[in-house]
């Protein structure tokens, strides 16, 4: 079956702009994560869903990130006036539910500010 | 100090040999046990997933957790140059509600 899509897969934007990183999960995955992997921090921990709820928002780096889910499906995550050390790989992963610790990942977004 | 702590290579071995990839953690409380395998510029795909000690086998592949040592291995026989990648250790336990702590990755090269 189809896997975690992202889009878009590449994102070049200047220092200041917001974007927008969109997840689509696999169909019937409940629970829904964003990390982030740059190459000084590894994979770090954003945020995670479980429906459209977000319990845990304890890695958003700053409040110029959020995230949001609709329809129990689709996630966006914001980053408003992005600045250089934005940049990095965002990965989005979904899990069947909250008791299910196996993740699977999606492509990523590849984000450069300049 | 990391939580999780890889060896973040290069290793790099022949065709066929058997490869052991590890991490160590600080945590005792993890009790989920995940190795990844990354390819240059894909997501991370999920290889082996293992709960509390124990050994467990997939094909050629063997993931081992010694929670007495906060150690954990993973290890590829007949290793193929296709096995070149990075490899992510990744732990969790139930209080982070799924949040995975990852070692940093191993990069694998397998020559032929």
């Known amino acids: 079956g189809a896997g975690v899509s992202q889009s878009p897969s590449n994102k070049v934007t200047e220092k200041g702009k917001d974007v927008e990183l969109r997840c689509d999960p696999i169909s019937g995955h409940t629970a829904l994560y964003w990390y982030r992997q740059s190459l000084g921090q590894g994979l770090e921990f954003l945020i995670y869903?479980?429906?459209?709820?977000?319990?845990?928002k304890s890695g958003l780096p700053s409040d110029r990130f959020s995230a949001e889910r609709t329809g129990g499906s689709v996630s966006t995550l914001t980053i408003q006036r992005t600045q250089q050390e934005d940049s990095a790989v965002y990965l989005c992963a979904s899990s069947l539910g909250f008791t299910s610790y196996e993740q699977y990942f999606g492509p990523g977004t590849r984000l450069t500010v300049t | 100090q990391k939580e999780v702590e890889q060896d973040p290579g290069p290793l790099s071995v022949p065709e066929g040999a058997i490869v052991s990839l590890n991490c160590t953690y600080s945590?005792?409380?993890?009790?989920?046990f995940m190795w990844y395998r990354q390819y240059s510029r894909k997501g991370p795909e999920l290889l082996m997933y293992t709960y509390s000690s124990g050994n467990k086998e997939d094909g050629r592949f063997t993931a081992q957790v010694d929670k007495s040592s906060k150690y954990i291995s993973l290890f590829i026989r007949d290793s193929q140059p296709s096995d070149s990648a990075t490899y992510l250790c990744a732990m969790t336990r139930r209080e982070y509600g799924n949040k995975l702590v990852f070692g940093a990755g191993t990069i694998l090269r397998v020559k032929s």
């Open positions: 869903f479980q429906g459209n709820s977000a319990p845990d």
């Open positions: 945590n005792s409380a993890f009790q989920y």
